[in-house]
């Protein structure tokens, strides 16, 4: 018998294969006396030799697959396996206290740990991160329960988690995870956008597929309607299939538009512009036929590593993205760390609200140092091609105004030392925070661009939880009150002849696009494979058509009217 769950659809597509489940065991461990010493030590020798082995060969996969430099972090772990200094106190601690191997090992490390991170020093705070993670690594052979890593899958699967974190997606090999579904998460979580760019099938929030899916088990991932069939019937794999085959046909009829014009039916011209996490996600973008980069996640340059990117570093990435898209705009965020975007080596503290809480800007004008070493890979990179910088989570003039001013200072230095920086870069906001949708026409007169983050927006404005799945009902781009919050935002734009674009997932929804076409949307910046959909699409309606619905739609009631009309009239 099959088992069907309902999730939410997170990225488009149909995978098929076994399962794999990505755990994280329980390495709780128990104090027990022991008189034989010699079994223990060897227990542990064992486990640490096992722990090398396993280190070695992550080394060697990352390094091929992602460079030396991602690869450094696991050479760190295996000096901290080779340490005499932290070895030895476990060896001597099993003998003079007759403890098990994973208790004095437990013990010892927790020690090295909290007098690392006591330290005032970022080094040191990083090997406290490594001691951990090797210790981690391990525990979990001496308990028996070994810890499985997503770089070590070496067949096709579709992984089964409660969760995937940004940095477990990052790590994801298409070659082999075919697809992904998870219990909690929402359409917007950053595992969902990540999948999206990836072009892998997920389903995300389907509550209980941890519960349901054992590892190996066939299981059918339908990121086009949001299903998840474990132990699908013949009939059901012949169906899933089939919809599979005329998904693949119908991307074909899409392909076919890679090189025309973004334009609707009466010859209106509309920006059709990629998302992207990293520089790698350029080949989508230009695969896709995007008209440039409409958001550059620049976190993903920080994460996945133990220490801050250099100004060079970031000055490559930065100029490889302008260099590529040759001249098309590219719309490059500063740091939005916070939220679901985490970076250890940081060291913030544990936040009750991580999405209410300290990040983004709010964190880069405190910590500035970090801030104005990426302003100044920006200015540096602006003399390629076609840059310009955004501000993430602005909530007020304030805070505009101070990242304007540091950029401004970084600016005026690097031009007295006689770095070249292009005298006409843009700079723009985010708008994510209701308080600056509601002062538009203050902010329009400063900035140059607006940038509507509706992943945020709509989690703001309706105080849910856009990772929360019980809450995720609330996730409601069509409401009345978003397309208010649009509106007022595109046309206090226009009033100061400036332009309004959308990087939240909203821009390549196919419901929302009449919409957003209709208030006068200029630039819509979406995943890269929702951009030739969303060309076909757009090329079905006429300018007018669209402003007849979206006038409509602001009359209406509820998110469930608004999509109806629009059902109704465009589907
Ligand atoms: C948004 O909030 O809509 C957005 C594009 O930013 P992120 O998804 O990275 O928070
Ligand atoms: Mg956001």
């Known amino acids: 018998m099959s088992t069907q769950l309902t999730g939410i659809a997170a990225s488009a597509g149909i995978a098929i294969s076994k399962a794999f489940r990505l755990e994280t065991p329980d390495l709780t461990v128990e104090k027990k006396?022991?008189?034989?010493?010699?079994?223990?030590?060897?227990?542990l020798d064992a486990a640490l030799q096992t722990s090398k082995d396993e280190l070695e060969k992550i080394k060697e996969k990352t390094r091929q697959d992602l460079g030396d430099e991602h690869a450094e972090i696991f050479s760190a772990h295996l000096l901290v396996l080779s340490d005499p200094e932290l070895v030895d106190p476990i060896r001597q601690m099993i003998k003079d206290e007759k403890v098990n191997a994973s208790f004095a090992l437990n013990e010892i490390a927790n020690q090295f740990v909290a007098m690392f991170e006591a330290m005032d020093n970022d080094y040191m705070k990083e090997r406290a991160a490594d001691i951990r993670d090797v210790s981690k690594r391990v525990l979990s052979h001496l308990l028996g329960k070994p810890i499985v890593s997503l770089a070590e899958i070496n067949e096709e699967v579709v992984i089964i988690a409660d969760d995937l974190t940004p940095s477990d997606t990052a790590q994801l090999n298409k070659k082999y995870v075919k697809g992904f579904a998870t219990d909690i998460g929402g359409r917007t979580s950053h595992s969902a956008i990540m999948a999206r760019s990836m072009e892998i099938p997920a389903v995300v929030g389907s509550k209980e597929v941890t519960d349901q899916a054992d590892a190996g088990m066939n299981?059918?991932?339908?990121?086009?309607e949001g299903n998840v069939i474990i132990n699908p019937s013949d009939d059901e794999l012949a169906e899933y299939r089939q919809k599979l085959a005329d998904y693949e046909e119908q991307k074909k009829e899409w392909a076919k538009l890679v090189n025309e014009p973004s334009k609707s039916k009466d010859g209106e011209h509309v920006e059709l512009v990629a998302n992207i996490g990293t520089p790698n996600d350029l080949e989508g973008v230009i695969n896709n036929g995007a008209e440039g980069v409409g958001l550059y996640r620049t976190e993903f340059l920080y994460m996945g590593r133990d220490e801050l990117p250099t100004e060079d570093e970031q000055f490559e990435a930065y100029k490889k993205v302008v260099e590529t898209m040759d001249g098309k705009p590219v719309v490059i965020r500063t740091l939005d760390i916070g939220g679901d975007k985490e970076l250890p080596y940081l060291d913030l503290p544990k936040e009750m609200?991580?999405?209410?809480?300290?990040?983004?800007?709010?964190?880069?004008?405190?910590?500035?140092?970090?801030?104005?070493?990426?302003?100044?890979?920006?200015?540096?990179?602006?003399?390629?091609?076609?840059?310009?910088?955004m501000f993430p989570m602005i909530a007020t003039l304030d805070e505009f105004r101070e990242a304007k001013a540091l950029l401004e200072e970084e600016k005026s230095k690097l031009?007295?030392?006689?770095?070249?920086?292009?005298?006409?870069?843009?700079v723009g906001i985010m708008v994510e925070i209701p308080s600056t949708a509601?002062?538009?026409?203050?902010?329009?007169?400063?900035?140059?661009?607006?940038?509507?983050?509706?992943?945020?927006?709509i989690q703001y404005t309706f105080a849910a939880d856009r990772m929360n799945e019980q809450v995720s009902y609330l996730y409601q781009p069509y409401?009345?009150?978003?397309?208010?919050?649009?509106?007022?935002?595109?046309?206090?734009?226009?009033?100061?002849?400036?332009?309004?674009?959308?990087?939240?997932?909203?821009?390549?929804?196919?419901?929302?696009?009449p919409l957003l076409l209709g208030l006068g949307l200029d630039e819509f910046s979406m995943s890269a494979t929702s951009v030739l959909p969303a060309r076909s699409q757009i090329s079905q309606m006429t300018k007018a058509e669209a402003q007849s619905i979206a006038e409509q739609a602001l009359t209406l009631n509820t998110a469930e009217e608004v999509k109806q009309l629009v059902e109704k009239t465009f589907l």
């Open 219 to 224: 299981v059918i991932v339908d990121g086009l």
């Open 415 to 426: 031009l007295s030392n006689g770095v070249e920086v292009s005298d006409n870069i843009e």
């Open 479 to 513: 409401n009345p009150a978003i397309l208010r919050l649009v509106k007022m935002v595109i046309d206090a734009s226009h009033a100061e002849g400036k332009w309004t674009g959308m990087c939240g997932e909203m821009a390549g929804d196919e419901l929302a696009i």
């Open 33 to 43: 006396t022991i008189d034989t010493i010699d079994e223990e030590i060897q227990a």
């Open 353 to 389: 609200n991580p999405f209410l809480g300290f990040r983004a800007i709010r964190l880069c004008l405190e910590k500035d140092d970090m801030f104005r070493t990426q302003l100044r890979a920006l200015l540096r990179a602006s003399t390629f091609g076609n840059l310009k910088i």
């Open 438 to 457: 509601v002062m538009a026409p203050q902010f329009a007169k400063e900035v140059d661009f607006f940038s509507i983050g509706t992943n945020d927006l």
